[in-house]
C-alpha cells in the first residue's frame, strides 16, 4: 500500500512541470517602463516555454489609437519579437499579445509603457503659427537601464506547492490506513 502512495506521489511530482501553462517571463520595453528613447529594435516578449510560430500576434497601440507594429510576429523556441514603424509620438503605448504554446495552450495579454521625449527647439525653423511636434527617437535595448524585465509569475511555485502538499496529505492517508490495518490484526 505504502509503495502505491509512494508511486503516485512521484507520478504527481513529474508532471507538475509539465502540466505548469506558459507565460510571459520578461519583455522589452519593460512592463510600465517610461522610456525617453522609442524601441528601436521593436518590441520583443520571452515566454517560459517555445512559441507556435503559426498563431503568434503582437500589435503595438499608440496613444493616438494608431497600430505601430509593423509586418508579422517572429518566433525563436520562446522569444517572440515584432518591429515598430518609425515616428512613435509621445504618449503611452499598449502592447498587445496572442500567441499559442508549443503544448496548444493560448495565451494571451497586454501590458503599458510611454515613450517622453523633451521638446526639441523647433521654434526657430517653424513659422509661430505652426506646433513643434516632438517623435521619439529610438533607444538601444542593450542600454542596462532600459533592459529592465519583469519578474516570472509566480504561478509555477504555487502549483508543484499544492502538488506538494496533495502528496503529503495522500501519504498522511495511505499511513493511516495502513496503521488500522495492522491495528486489526
Given at each position: 500500500?505504502m509503495v502505491a502512495?509512494?508511486i503516485?506521489?512521484?507520478a504527481?511530482?513529474?508532471?507538475a512541470?509539465a502540466s505548469?501553462h506558459?507565460e510571459?517571463?520578461?519583455?522589452?520595453?519593460?512592463?510600465d517602463?517610461?522610456?525617453?528613447l522609442?524601441p528601436?529594435?521593436?518590441?520583443?516578449?520571452?515566454?517560459?516555454?517555445?512559441i507556435?510560430?503559426?498563431?503568434?500576434?503582437?500589435?503595438?497601440?499608440?496613444?493616438?489609437?494608431?497600430q505601430?507594429?509593423?509586418?508579422?510576429?517572429?518566433?525563436?523556441?520562446?522569444?517572440?519579437?515584432?518591429?515598430?514603424?518609425?515616428g512613435?509620438?509621445?504618449?503611452k503605448?499598449t502592447?498587445?499579445?496572442?500567441?499559442?504554446s508549443a503544448d496548444?495552450?493560448p495565451?494571451?495579454?497586454?501590458y503599458?509603457?510611454?515613450v517622453q521625449?523633451a521638446?526639441?527647439d523647433t521654434?526657430s525653423s517653424?513659422?509661430p503659427?505652426?506646433p513643434a511636434?516632438?517623435?521619439?527617437?529610438?533607444?538601444d535595448p542593450?542600454?542596462?537601464?532600459?533592459s529592465?524585465d519583469r519578474?516570472?509569475k509566480q504561478n509555477t511555485?504555487l502549483?508543484l506547492?499544492?502538488?506538494?502538499?496533495?502528496v503529503?496529505?495522500l501519504?498522511?492517508i495511505?499511513?493511516t490506513?495502513?496503521?488500522r490495518?495492522k491495528?486489526r490484526?
Amino acid at each position: 500500500m505504502m509503495v502505491a502512495v509512494i508511486i503516485c506521489g512521484t507520478a504527481l511530482f513529474g508532471a507538475a512541470p509539465a502540466s505548469a501553462h506558459s507565460e510571459l517571463v520578461s519583455s522589452d520595453p519593460p512592463a510600465d517602463a517610461s522610456l525617453e528613447l522609442a524601441p528601436k529594435n521593436g518590441v520583443g516578449l520571452v515566454f517560459n516555454q517555445d512559441i507556435n510560430e503559426s498563431f503568434a500576434t503582437i500589435s503595438l497601440i499608440g496613444p493616438d489609437d494608431e497600430q505601430w507594429a509593423q509586418g508579422s510576429a517572429t518566433v525563436e523556441g520562446p522569444d517572440v519579437s515584432v518591429m515598430v514603424k518609425e515616428g512613435l509620438p509621445n504618449g503611452k503605448y499598449t502592447v498587445g499579445y496572442r500567441v499559442t504554446s508549443a503544448d496548444g495552450h493560448p495565451i494571451t495579454g497586454s501590458y503599458t509603457f510611454s515613450v517622453q521625449v523633451a521638446a526639441t527647439d523647433t521654434a526657430s525653423s517653424t513659422s509661430p503659427s505652426s506646433p513643434a511636434t516632438t517623435t521619439a527617437q529610438a533607444y538601444d535595448p542593450n542600454n542596462p537601464s532600459a533592459s529592465e524585465d519583469r519578474p516570472p509569475k509566480q504561478n509555477t511555485m504555487l502549483l508543484l506547492s499544492i502538488v506538494g502538499i496533495t502528496v503529503i496529505a495522500l501519504a498522511a492517508i495511505a499511513l493511516t490506513l495502513v496503521i488500522r490495518g495492522k491495528n486489526r490484526q
